[in-house]
């Protein structure tokens, strides 16, 4: 019995190690092409909103597939999900160094993010599967604090690779990774899966994409075109339209892929507004910050990785010891003072000089960090 338990400890162990390590590739891909942007247009050229499309393209197609995504585990297994989408991702990131040109490089990034969403949505299923009451939440925690670790190392960790061999090796650090959790921890995962799952959301998955693309499309033209623009109105106006026709299929699906009527209980709304907080406060800055370092204060891509330490550091401590925290105070007030923590610090870093190299923008970045990672948790 107690070789059995032992065994069962090692197996979990090593499914909570892998779906880990494949999450550290994920803010490695929103945080290395972000400092590696300005040497992309140095050498492949091209207009401020195709370089975008570099980090949004995996975003947009990350954030319009984890859902069809987690129901592809549940019908044809969490390990096979898992496994597919990293080794898509490693195959992808491969690739990416070879990039001939932008254009292909944005859409190579498409795809990376449907990988990355494969992935994460069979380990994260995987993990509730694995793990129950207490171990699950700290189960899901190291997974938060393993993001927290990326994305706090990922900008010093791009320069450093830019600097030395170019901006397509920051590409070969998640083909690495995702080798490893091909190597050592997808052998040694079970399959689960689903026995009532019946299908993947087909019309969901398309409405629900084709709204995410015209948003995003519509924000990333806006500031070209203008926000009463012709073209900008009728990118939102068609997003609004499809997330219309996403609801009413939803709505009519026995086992929809988005379970709408979750949004009735306010507790599900709070904690869906979240990361969206989150990423307001944070996740933008980690985008823009490192191209106007480089392109405004002059900085090389290094020492802008150096410059984002502040911002991205409290990512791997905070959310460690807001978990703690939350043992002795509602997990709702650590995350509206996080919040209004980094509200300060976002009023605080408007107040700094643009194009000065001045050191002071440090103390608002570190309260930002800081404010971020309690919700983070």
């Given at each position: 019995m107690d070789a059995n338990m032992k065994a069962a400890h090692t197996g979990k162990t090593i499914v909570l190690a892998a779906v880990c390590l494949a999450g550290l590739?994920?803010?490695l891909s929103f945080t290395g092409p972000a400092v590696a942007t300005p040497?992309?247009?140095?050498?492949l050229g091209g207009s401020?909103?195709?370089l975008a499309w570099v980090v949004n393209a995996f975003v947009l197609a990350f954030g319009s597939f984890v859902l069809a995504a987690g129901t592809l585990a549940d019908q044809y297994g969490r390990k096979r999900i898992f496994r597919l989408g990293v080794l898509g991702f490693t195959i992808l990131s491969a690739i990416s160094t070879f990039a001939p040109g932008l254009v292909a490089l944005d859409l190579l990034r498409g795809a990376q993010g449907i990988a990355a969403a494969m992935?994460?949505?069979g380990g994260a299923a995987s993990l509730a599967q694995e793990?129950?009451?207490?171990?699950?939440t700290r189960a899901f925690s190291l997974l938060g604090t393993t993001f927290g670790v990326g994305l706090a190392f990922g900008p010093i960790w791009s320069g450093l690779l830019i600097e030395h061999f170019g901006w397509r090796s920051i590409f070969l650090t998640g083909a690495v990774i995702g080798a490893l959790v091909l190597?050592?921890?997808v052998p040694r995962m079970r399959e689960t899966r689903d026995p009532d799952a019946r299908g993947m959301d087909g019309w969901g998955t398309l409405t629900f994409t084709v709204a995410l693309s015209l948003l995003i499309f519509g924000i990333v033209t806006g500031p070209q075109y203008g926000w009463t623009g012709t073209a900008t109105l009728a990118l939102l106006g068609a997003a609004l339209a499809m997330l219309a026709a996403f609801v009413a299929i939803e709505l009519k699906r026995a086992r929809p892929m988005l379970d709408l009527s979750l949004f009735l209980y306010p507790r599900f709304v709070g904690v869906q507004l979240l990361p969206l907080a989150t990423a307001v406060c944070y996740v933008v800055?980690?985008?823009l910050l490192p191209i106007g370092f480089i392109g405004v204060e002059g900085y090389s891509e290094l020492k802008a990785g150096m410059m984002m330490i502040p911002l991205s550091l409290?990512?791997?401590i905070v959310p460690f010891l807001a978990g703690l925290l939350a043992r002795r105070y509602p997990a709702g007030a650590l995350s509206a003072g996080g919040l209004v923590i980094a509200a300060a610090g976002l009023a605080w870093l408007a107040t700094m000089p643009v194009g000065q190299q001045s050191m002071a923008i440090i103390w608002p970045m570190l309260l930002i960090g800081i404010g971020t990672g309690l919700p983070w948790a």
């Open positions: 590739m994920m803010p040497a992309i247009a140095r050498d401020p909103v195709a992935a994460m949505a793990f129950e009451g207490p171990a699950r190597l050592f921890g800055l980690l985008i409290p990512m791997a």
